[in-house]
């Protein structure tokens, strides 16, 4: 059948970047001048405009040639006035048409059209076939695209006009202006057809290489969206929380801080391959936690951080003597030591180990050490430590494995080079968790502790700058290989004198500042500090006289309280009424000479002792009695003194047979207290001897030395403590061994003065010595 074409004389309207079918419904808004009379005409004259787009939407003043000769007549459905002299219409679509001539383009354009209506044509398979096959691949359009309602494909499968189809679908498809332009242009419904199909085949495939490509893309970027969005969420409810969580900020401190440390390469390498690890990981998961917790520890470490020795011996010199009264020879070892430092420099810190008594000082030296060098100070008590990991931590493979406390003291300590106290070194012990001190051999040994691995850390780090020091009250339980290591100094007891001097100096002024009152508001005289010394405790060190003072002054602090005095005067008279009743007898020498009571000198881990030995015989058939908590050793000592008088009976004047008529019973007092050691031989052997011969002991003697079944004495240990033992007993006459003779210098001068020395060889001497001759007997 022939098309109906008819001609029309219309306004034309330039449409930029639009298009427009037929039976489509438009919105657009008209600004330019030329365009808005074009519309003033087309209300004019029943409300009808031409409508043709634009080649190229820039331009702005359009001429005959910028716009398409196909375009659409439509039919203006509203008008409404916008801000700006600008106007929006709704337009419908009625027909195509084609330009014949422009008869006007001022003030705006007229043109004669030809519209185009579409044929009615028969439907043939062929036309059938393209209807279908464009309303399959425009659902397929819809599926890919996701920009069309489902309720457009239901009018779609509703229209059965097929050049009416393509426009409905041309008009909801995306396309460009020059594809629209293709299929306003296709005049034939056949025609139209085609283009239609093809273009929604190239949009549809289009369409999915785009979604395969989104597919790619977003399985790439998910994982990072996603953990883009948790950090976020994360940092949100920590700025809500008023924390500070942002993991990239974490991460760029370690990353600086590392910078800034200038770590050994391969502990740096070692911090670096950590934090990509932690980079890797969720902030949330358990192992991001060990990792953040290994790193700081490694950045928090003095690797570079060391103090500057005070190499000024004047200054150290007076240091020492304000802290502590006494110990010359502590302080000497110290001086020589940074006498040493100036002249070395890259000299190795050597290894202290004060041993003494406990209350002598030996933490508080250590103190005053890293006082006098200008160190920073750390204290490490090895007492009960049983487990190895103590000292070099637990490997990372544990839950909860932390470094060991070497290497937590020197971060506490925030230099390389502290003064480094291992407390207590004496107490350590051992179990199925390893050997501690097996594990100080390391740290302990200035060739070795330059390259310290500690196992949590995994990485090396130098300890040769550390000053270590160590304390001990005995040397006998320290294992041989550790007591190797270090250089022993002897911390032994004070005399009275000293103590007097350090409880005027020292202590007393400590407790009053203690307790809150001016030295004003007390007086002690020096003679109380000694009654307190002599008749209040017995000791070594001075740790309890402190407590004694301590009493005093908190016994004034509420005098002072209640009775609002103003001064407290404490005497020797009224001492009682503060600390109660004497409880020690300062002189313990016996008023006379009596038979079989030896008075000895032992030495105990809290300093030296007098031991009274008592021996008493009996009938009997030669036993012999040991009582009073005797160890295997002074057991051996008393049998071995039984066999030295056995074969020197006719010289000592004593009954050859009385180990076969007489029981022998040897006691030494004080309790339950366990006594043991080889010191006690010579005055359980001459106990005996003047219990069977009958001959007292002079009253003023005390001795210590080990006998043989020659009769021969040997050296002992710990002179010093029993001789300061002796003198606080008011002993004046002291027998030992005369190998240890050369220990009678270490004796404090004015406490030597006191005192007289007999180093004796044999038994002979001893006896000659102890016995008092003149008083002898006939008893046997």
């Not at 929006?88 to 007229?110: H, T």
């Not at 110290?334 to 004060?354: D, Q, S, V, W």
Request: aromatic share 6%.
């Amino acid at each position: 059948m022939e098309k109906k074409d008819k001609i029309q004389e219309l306004p034309l309207i330039p449409l930029r970047g639009l298009s427009i079918f037929p039976y489509m419904v438009l919105h657009f808004d008209v600004g330019r001048e030329r365009s808005i009379k074009a519309l003033e005409e087309a209300m004019l004259n029943d409300q009808m405009i031409f409508l043709s787009s634009q080649k190229d939407a820039a331009v702005d003043i359009p001429t005959v040639d910028d716009f398409y000769s196909v375009g659409t007549i439509c039919k203006i459905k509203q008008m409404l006035k916008l801000p700006g002299d600008a106007i929006r219409v709704l337009v419908e679509g009625i027909s195509r048409a084609s330009i014949e001539e422009v008869i006007d383009d001022d003030p705006y354009f007229k043109c004669s059209v030809v519209e185009h209506l579409d044929e009615e044509i028969e439907m043939d398979k062929e036309i059938e076939a393209l209807m279908r096959n464009i309303v399959t691949e425009f659902e397929n359009y819809i599926e890919a695209s996701n920009r069309i309602s489902p309720e457009v494909f239901l009018t779609v499968t509703s229209i059965n006009e097929p050049g009416r189809l393509c426009d409905v679908i041309a008009s909801n498809m995306v396309l460009r202006i020059d594809q629209k332009q293709e299929i306003l242009d296709a005049l034939e419904i056949k025609d139209r057809l085609e283009v239609v199909y093809a273009l929604l085949v190239e949009e549809v495939e289009v369409l999915e290489i785009e979604r395969e490509i989104q597919a790619k893309v977003k399985g790439k970027i998910n994982q990072v969206q996603k953990e883009y969005y948790l950090k976020e969420q994360l940092k949100a409810i920590h700025e809500e929380l008023g924390e500070d969580g942002d993991p990239e900020d974490e991460m760029d401190e370690y990353k600086d801080r590392l910078g800034k440390l200038k770590l050994p390469k391969d502990v740096a390498e070692k911090v670096e391959k950590e934090l990509k690890r932690l980079s890797k990981l969720s902030p949330s998961s358990a192992e991001s936690g060990v990792i953040r917790t290994y790193i700081e520890w490694i950045l928090d470490l003095p690797w570079n951080k060391q103090t500057k020795d005070r190499i000024d011996i004047k200054k150290a010199k007076e240091i020492l003597d304000e802290d502590h009264y006494g110990l010359k020879d502590v302080k000497e070892r110290i001086l020589e030591y940074l006498a040493i430092r100036k002249l070395a420099k890259n000299m190795k810190g050597p290894i202290l180990c004060l041993v003494g008594p406990p209350g002598v000082g030996k933490t508080s030296i250590a103190k005053s050490i890293g006082r006098a060098l200008n160190r920073n100070f750390v204290r490490m008590s090895l007492g009960g430590v049983r487990d190895e990991a103590e000292i070099r931590g637990h490997r990372r493979t544990y839950i909860g494995a932390i470094p060991g406390r070497i290497m937590s003291s020197i971060k506490e300590s925030k230099s390389k080079n502290p003064v480094f106290l291992f407390d207590e070194i004496d107490k350590l012990a051992s179990d199925f968790r390893g050997d501690p001190a097996s594990a100080l051999l390391e740290v302990l040994d200035p060739e070795q502790n330059k390259e310290f691995v500690d196992h949590y850390l995994e990485v090396p780090f130098d300890l040769s700058k550390v000053l270590f020091i160590t304390t001990a009250n005995s040397l006998g339980t320290i294992p041989r290989p550790l007591l190797d290591r270090m250089e022993v100094i002897e911390v032994s007891g004070y005399t009275e004198e000293e103590k007097v001097k350090i409880g005027q100096k020292y202590l007393l002024p400590k407790q009053i500042k203690e307790h809150g009152f001016k030295k004003t508001n007390l007086e002690v005289s020096e003679a109380v500090i000694r009654d307190v010394i002599n008749y209040y405790t017995r000791e070594s060190g001075v740790r309890n006289l402190e407590r004694q003072l301590g009493t005093l002054c908190r016994k004034t602090a509420r005098r002072i309280v209640e009775k609002d005095a103003k001064k407290v005067r404490i005497t020797t008279s009224n001492l009682k009424n503060y600390l109660g009743n004497k409880k020690y007898r300062y002189d313990l020498i016996k008023e006379d000479h009596e038979v079989g009571v030896a008075t000895g000198l032992a030495w105990t881990r809290v300093g030296g002792d007098t031991l009274f030995i008592e021996v008493s015989s009996m009938k009997g058939n030669g036993k012999l009695v040991l009582t009073g908590q005797l160890g295997d050793v002074m057991k051996e000592s008393a049998r071995a003194g039984l066999t030295y008088i056995r074969s020197k009976c006719e010289e000592l004047g004593i009954d050859e047979e009385f180990y076969k008529t007489r029981d022998i019973h040897i006691h030494i007092p004080e309790g339950a207290i366990p006594k043991d050691g080889p010191s006690a031989g010579i005055t359980m052997a001459t106990a005996m001897i003047s219990e069977l011969s009958g001959v007292p002991i002079d009253k003023n003697v005390a001795m210590t030395g080990e006998v043989t079944l020659r009769g021969r004495v040997l050296p002992v240990g710990g002179i010093k403590e029993k001789v300061l033992a002796a003198h606080r007993a008011g002993i004046r006459k002291i027998l030992l061994p005369i190998d240890n003779e050369k220990d009678i210098e270490k004796i404090p001068a004015n406490v030597r003065k006191n005192l007289e020395f007999f180093p004796m060889e044999n038994m002979d001497q001893v006896i000659e010595h102890a016995l008092v001759k003149e008083e002898k007997t006939d008893e046997n």
